[in-house]
């Protein structure tokens, strides 16, 4: 598990496969899985 910062996440891409790849202020990147995909969707506004 990851905390993410909100004000830390540079780009949201989305993929094919209900996921997101965050791209972060520092250039690390982190998926969210479909155990978390609604729930982030929800808390971003997407």
Request: aromatic share 16%; hydrophobic share 40%; net charge positive.
């Amino acid at each position: 598990s990851v905390v993410i910062a909100r004000n830390k996440v540079k780009r949201i891409t989305p993929t094919l496969s209900s996921k997101f790849i965050l791209t972060m202020a520092n250039g690390k990147t982190v998926d969210v899985t479909r155990t978390y995909y609604y729930i982030f969707k929800e808390y971003f506004g997407i």
